[in-house]
């Protein structure tokens, strides 16, 4: 089983091409998210600061940084708009978060449990209005038609997966058709926006779009992989909280599709909240290598990597290019 | 003691004069409404509808509307916007009822109990984003900059309010903050934009905010004055809602500051949810009565209402003009 996708030297692949490529532009960023979140009242930049400073990747803006540079984009329009999706994922992961009941994220505990359900719903209300005034600031209305349809796409991704939880019947295509909404639409806006700014033609906005789409569903694979495999110690996430929480993912859905009757039974168990202690977690992730459904969760975030990759083969060569494929071979990579 | 502000009829003042002049344009909004509340996720619109087909008075849409009439705009723009503006407000409504886990608003169940708060949350996050794609597609970065400043100035209201909860010692300039920022900004935003989509001078954008920002903090004060008269089989508001919360309102801020030791004694162990009981309540009202702090309270209201109709005292006067002024009235009168 190789890790990576096509990597002709022996290197493991890493995030670290991606960071510096952007890291000039990423302080820029950086100072308009610490700027736009500050507000009068206190426990705003306060709550907003713990999740922002919290040891996130920043991934989405990376994107957005990356994908100018693959372009040749030269402005600074970019940095705000940058800011702005990470408004809407921090508003998000606030959301989540409460939506979920987690006491945890990257390891440390979360807003909700800290300051409150309540106060995590309204920061992160106001992170999404600020997130839009950045957009008016910039102008343009195409951006702002892009990630408000984002916005839009993700909840009613996350309002899916609601309804779908605790349903062990769930099926692939309806799993994959919520993690396309509340994942991978932001990974695609971010992409998209920046040739949007630097004036390109659609056939690049649609190319770096297709780019940002597939890597957020490989990512969002993999995520789902670790859980069924690490430990909170080195992910920063706990592994079984989706187990626990009866979220169904992929290496579930393709457990229960390839059990016997027995098998099912207890995922249905499972699922339903009936089955959680760490036995029966120990049992699950059994069931999962039995099944190689951890295994062929992260061949599917392989085949979506690939298709990442292919979608930018147009763009020059070069440093930028370069950085955004190693990316790639590095999230379907992580469970590793 | 009288009901109105300068009435010189002996009819009493009705909400009927404005209902009927947007009549015909709140039927085109309301296509918008149930248009766009649409999803493929039917929980979205089953748990929208609850709330938006539940009996309220569609008050900030009849705002864009009536202020369009007022300055002679005779387009359509404004019946999109107008169901954008309803929509952050419905989206305000079921997080507010999460964050104070009310479970009756205008006398039927609230979402958050019929579905639970993480539907609400994030159905709210769903038709903010809507209400943020309906402003993109009339395509106006000036109506985009109102309403998203709006927004973070409503959340922003709210997250100082939740910091504000049970502290007896708030102040009346702290709580018009809070009110201004919760509730007067989107009535003022509202209004506004029908000035915008008419291109009138940005004199006229300011009187009309002007207009429903003081009707907003009068809306407001009478809003909170009712929590201490009413029942909740007349006003679909269970009357000591607020009491019981612990919620700071103006007529508990007069009453603390014009009572005696032993009043405040009382007010703090309330407030701060030590004394609760319906015995307790009547209490209150005793004090809020002796005090004549509901009185003083909707004083203050008629003060803005008053100042909400000087301020569109500049239009030509007529059917709009006088629906509007007595709108205001209206408002004022209701807890009488």
């Known amino acids: 089983m190789t890790a990576t996708i096509h990597r002709l030297d022996n290197r493991e692949p890493s995030l670290e091409p991606l960071l510096q490529l952007v890291a000039g532009d990423m302080n820029a960023v950086n100072t308009v998210i610490l700027d736009r979140m500050q507000s009068q009242i206190p426990l705003i930049p306060e709550l907003a600061g713990h999740l922002i400073a919290g040891g996130g990747k920043r991934m989405r803006p990376m994107l957005t940084l990356s994908s100018a540079r693959l372009i040749g984009y030269t402005g600074t329009r970019h940095h705000r708009l940058a800011a702005s999706?990470?408004?809407i994922h921090t508003a998000t992961l606030l959301h989540d978060d409460v939506v979920d009941g987690s006491d945890l994220r990257r390891g440390k505990r979360t807003a909700n449990i800290i300051w409150g359900n309540p106060a995590s719903v309204l920061v992160g209300d106001f992170l999404f209005s600020r997130s839009f005034e950045l957009m008016v600031e910039d102008g343009s209305l195409k951006v702002l038609k892009i990630l408000s349809n984002a916005s839009a796409?993700?909840?009613e991704g996350e309002v899916n997966q609601l309804t779908a939880a605790r349903r062990v019947d769930l099926?692939?295509?309806r799993y994959l058709d919520i993690i396309n909404a509340k994942t991978a639409a932001l990974f695609a806006a971010a992409c998209r926006i920046s040739a949007v700014v630097a004036e390109r033609p659609e056939g690049e906005e649609l190319a770096l779009d297709a780019y940002g789409r597939n890597l957020g569903i490989a990512f969002q694979l993999v995520d789902d992989a670790i859980d069924y495999v690490s430990d909170a110690g080195t992910m920063g996430k706990d592994a079984g909280d989706d187990f626990r929480e009866g979220?169904?993912?992929l290496p579930v859905i393709l457990a229960y599709a390839r059990g016997d009757a027995e098998d099912r039974k207890f995922w249905k168990d499972a699922i339903e909240g009936r089955r959680q202690s760490d036995a029966d977690?120990?049992?699950?992730?059994?069931?999962v290598r039995k099944t190689r459904s951890v295994d062929d969760t992260l061949a599917r975030a392989r085949h979506y990597g690939q298709r990442a990759i292919d979608a930018i083969g147009g763009f020059a060569n070069g440093k930028a290019k370069d950085a955004m494929i190693e990316a790639v071979e590095f999230a379907v990579?992580?469970?590793y």
């Open 247 to 249: 979220k169904m993912t």
């Open 333 to 335: 990579a992580r469970a």
């Open 153 to 155: 796409v993700i909840a």
């Open 85 to 87: 999706v990470e408004f």
């Open 171 to 173: 099926g692939e295509d």
């Open 281 to 287: 977690f120990a049992h699950a992730i059994d069931l």
